[in-house]
C-alpha cells in the first residue's frame, strides 16, 4: 500500500470512528478491510500523530474497551474528507452504468446529488471522467423494461413476442421473468419460459412485444440474482459443431473463444462448438466468410450451404424501389 | 520520520493553527524535515508533500494579502470535508446497483477509490442494498490476470498524462511492435478494454485492445510534469460506439441497406451514424469493406444491401465461396 493510500486509509478510521464511537474491532476491520491485528497496529501507529510539543487534546487517543473502538481528540478531522479526484472519477465512472430505464427519476436524482457534491469540491478545470468509459452510449434499453421490471417484482407472468437467434424465428411464449440483469451493455431478463420448460434468458434488444398477465407465480427457492449467471447465455443443448477459420481470422477466434479452440492446418484454428440448433455456427461461418469452413456435423455443412443460397438470392434478384 | 506519519503530522499541524503558518514556522516545527541541508532541497520536498496532501482531497494554501492575518500555508476547512448527502432510500439503492458491479472487481480501474468514496458515503449518509430483482455484471478480464494491471497502469498514466512504451500485437499484419502512445482515453468496447492513444510510431490516433499488449511502460521521467495535452477538440464519442465497418481504413463508400423490421429495436443502436431513408432503409458510409460485409452476412437474410453495385457483388462472391 503506498502512502497516499494508507494516510486516505487511517483518516478514513478517524472519521468513521468518529461518527461510530464504541464501533465492535471486528466490524470496524471489516469495513476498512484489515485483519484485526493489523488494524490494531495502525490504531498504535495513529497515536503518533502530531508533533511535540503538543498542546491539550491535540493528540489522537484511539483506543480499545471491551472489543470496542473510540477515539478522543479535538481537531478537525471527524467527518471524511471531500472527495478526491480520482474517488470523484471513480463515482462517475461507475455511474455509467446505470441506464436511466432502471428508474427514470431516481437515476437522474442520484447522478445530479453526486455531481453537485464533486462540482463543490472539484476543481471542474481537471476533471477527467470522459477519459474513461466503462458502457456503450446512453440509448432507449427497451420500452418494455418497466413492464418487465413489473412483473418480476409481482411475480406476474408475462407474454412476450421473442426473436430468437440461435432459432431464427419470432415466437409467442409464456414466462416468469425471475431477474433482470446487464451484462456487457446489454440488458436481459431471465426466466421459466413455459415454452420450453426451461430457464431461458431473453435480451431485451429482441423482445418485440409484451404483456403483463394477471397470472402470479411463486420463485422457485434457490433463484438468487446476485448468485446466479453460470448459465447465462450458455446455448442449451450438446451438439458438437466444428468450425475451421484460416490463419488470417485466427487470431479474433483464439481471443473470442479461448478454450475451445484448438490449432489447425496452416496456421488456422478449428473451433468446437456446443449447440442445440445449427443456426449459431452457421451465422459464424458466414460472418467470416470466406475464411471459415464448417467441418462437422455434416447437417452443419449443409446448413451453411443453405443459408448462402439463401443469402445469395437476394443479390440476384434485381432491388426494388422502395 | 517516515512519510506517512510527516504528512499526518503536517495534516494535524495546519488544522490546529488558527492562523496561516509561515515557511520558517514550518521548518521550526519539522526540523529533521525541512531544515536539514539545502534550502532548495527542503522547499521542493514540503512542495511535494503538499501536492501529496492536496492529491488526497486536503486543500492547502497559501494565503497572504489584507484580509489574513498573516501570510502563510493553511488547510481550507470549508472545502475539507464532505458535506452530507441525503439519498432516498431508490437513489441509495441504485447507488449500491452500479457500485456492486465494479467495487471488488479488479478489472475496474478506479476499484480501490471506488472503495474509499463509498466508505466516505457511508459514513455521511444511510445505504440501502441493491434493488433484489436486478444485477448489473462488469467483466472481469483475461484468464491470465494481465488486464487489471494493464487497466491500472494505463489509468495512472491518463491521469497524469504520461506517455507509454507499450509491445503490440497487432492482428491485422501479425505483427509485434513497440510503440510510444500518450494515452487519450480507455474504453470498454464488447467486453475488451481498449486504449485510444496518439500513435508515435504511425503519427495518428489508434486504438490498442489491451489484451493484445505484451508489456507497458509508464514513463517514469519527470513524474510531475505532463509528457502532452490531449487536444481540446478530442472526443472519445466516436469511438464509444464504433462499429465494425467504420474503421478508417479506406474513403468512405456510400452503402444503402434494408434491414427487416423485427431486427431494427436491436441494430439501431449501431446504425447511429447512419442516415435513415425511410423506415427500414439506411445509408452508411463504409470506411472497412470486410468489417461491413461481416456484419450483413451474419445477419443473413435480415438486412440486404441494395447499392452500389460494387459492394453487392462483393457479397455475392463471398457467398459464392461457400457453395
Known amino acids: 500500500m503506498n502512502v497516499a493510500d494508507r494516510i486516505n486509509r487511517i483518516l478514513l478510521i478517524m472519521s468513521y470512528v468518529s461518527q461510530n464511537q464504541g464501533i465492535w474491532l471486528d466490524d470496524l476491520a471489516k469495513k476498512v478491510e484489515m485483519r ?6 495502525e490504531m498504535e501507529f495513529m497515536l503518533l500523530i502530531g508533533k511535540p510539543p503538543f498542546r491539550p487534546d491535540d493528540y489522537v487517543d484511539i483506543y480499545v474497551e471491551d472489543q470496542r473502538v473510540f477515539i478522543e481528540y479535538d481537531q478537525m478531522l471527524n467527518r471524511p474528507l471531500r472527495f478526491t479526484r480520482s474517488e470523484a472519477v471513480a463515482l462517475l465512472v461507475s455511474l455509467q452504468l446505470l441506464d436511466p430505464e432502471v428508474d427514470p ?154 478454450d475451445s479452440v484448438e490449432p489447425g492446418e496452416d496456421g488456422g484454428v478449428v473451433l468446437t462448438l456446443e449447440s442445440e440448433t445449427l443456426e449459431f455456427p452457421s451465422r459464424l461461418v458466414l460472418r467470416f466468410a470466406p475464411h471459415a469452413r464448417p467441418l462437422s456435423p455434416p447437417e452443419l455443412i449443409e446448413k451453411v450451404q443453405r443459408d448462402a443460397r439463401k443469402v445469395l438470392s437476394l443479390y440476384d434478384a434485381p432491388v426494388s424501389a422502395s | 520520520m517516515n512519510r506517512t506519519e510527516r504528512l499526518l503530522d503536517l495534516i494535524a499541524y495546519l488544522l490546529n493553527s488558527s492562523e496561516p503558518v509561515s515557511w520558517r514556522e514550518i521548518k521550526n516545527h519539522f526540523p529533521e524535515d525541512y531544515a536539514r541541508g539545502i534550502e532548495e532541497s527542503n522547499q521542493r520536498k514540503f512542495e511535494r508533500d503538499k501536492a501529496e496532501l492536496i492529491t488526497l482531497g486536503i486543500p492547502i494554501d497559501y494565503k497572504s494579502g489584507p ?66 430483482e436486478m444485477k448489473i455484471s462488469f467483466p472481469k478480464g483475461g484468464a491470465t490476470g494481465k488486464w487489471p494491471n494493464l487497466v491500472h497502469q494505463i489509468r495512472e498514466a491518463l491521469e497524469r498524462k504520461k506517455s507509454i512504451e507499450i509491445e ?61 495535452a490531449i487536444p481540446s ?24 441497406v434494408e434491414i427487416s423490421e423485427h431486427r431494427l429495436p436491436e441494430l439501431l443502436p449501431q446504425l447511429t451514424r447512419a442516415v435513415p431513408r425511410g423506415e427500414n432503409r439506411f445509408d452508411i458510409d463504409v470506411t472497412h469493406r470486410s468489417g461491413f460485409v461481416s456484419w450483413i452476412l451474419e445477419l443473413k437474410t435480415d438486412a440486404r444491401v441494395l447499392a452500389p453495385a460494387e459492394m453487392r457483388n462483393k457479397i455475392s462472391r463471398t457467398l459464392r465461396n461457400l457453395l
Open chain 1, 36 to 41: 484485526p491485528q493489523d488494524l490494531l497496529k
Open chain 1, 105 to 258: 427519476d431516481a437515476v437522474e436524482s442520484l447522478k445530479s446529488k453526486i455531481q453537485e457534491v464533486i462540482d463543490r469540491s472539484e476543481d471542474p478545470r481537471s476533471r477527467i471522467e470522459n477519459r474513461v468509459v466503462v458502457d456503450r452510449p446512453s440509448r432507449p434499453v427497451s420500452e418494455h423494461f418497466a413492464l418487465l421490471r413489473q412483473a418480476v417484482e409481482e411475480h406476474l407472468k408475462v407474454r412476450i413476442d421473442y426473436y430468437s437467434l440461435t432459432r431464427n424465428e419470432t415466437l409467442s411464449r409464456k414466462v416468469r421473468p425471475y431477474h433482470l440483469t446487464k451484462r456487457l451493455g446489454y440488458w436481459y431478463v431471465e426466466g421459466y419460459c413455459e415454452l420450453r420448460r426451461d430457464v431461458r434468458t431473453f435480451k431485451f434488444d429482441r423482445i418485440l412485444a409484451a404483456d403483463l398477465l394477471n397470472d402470479s407465480f411463486s420463485l422457485p427457492e434457490g433463484v438468487d440474482v446476485r448468485r446466479g449467471g453460470n448459465n447465462f447465455l450458455r446455448f442449451p443443448g450438446d451438439r458438437q459443431m466444428r468450425v475451421y477459420f484460416d490463419a488470417d481470422v485466427a487470431p479474433w477466434i483464439k481471443e473470442q473463444w479461448g
Open chain 2, 67 to 132: 484580509e489574513v492575518s498573516k501570510d502563510g500555508y493553511a488547510i481550507r476547512e470549508d472545502k475539507l470535508f464532505l458535506r452530507e448527502i441525503e439519498f432516498n432510500p431508490a437513489e441509495s439503492s441504485l447507488l449500491m446497483l452500479s457500485a456492486d458491479a465494479v467495487r471488488e472487481n479488479l478489472n475496474f480501474p478506479y476499484q480501490p477509490q471506488l472503495k474509499s468514496a463509498l466508505y466516505k458515503i457511508i459514513s455521511v449518509s444511510q445505504v440501502t442494498p441493491p434493488p433484489p
Open chain 2, 168 to 228: 503490440y500485437y497487432a492482428f491485422s499484419t501479425r505483427e509485434t511492435t513497440r510503440r510510444k502512445v500518450n494515452p487519450y482515453g480507455l474504453i470498454l468496447r464488447r467486453g475488451h478494454w481498449t486504449l485510444v492513444g496518439w500513435d508515435h510510431l504511425r503519427q495518428g490516433l489508434r486504438c490498442f485492445v489491451l489484451s493484445r499488449m505484451s508489456e507497458v511502460i509508464v514513463n517514469r521521467r519527470r513524474p510531475g510534469s505532463p509528457d502532452y
Open chain 2, 233 to 256: 477538440d478530442f472526443s472519445l464519442k466516436p469511438y464509444q460506439n464504433q462499429q465494425p465497418w467504420e474503421l478508417a481504413i479506406h474513403e468512405p463508400v456510400r452503402v444503402s
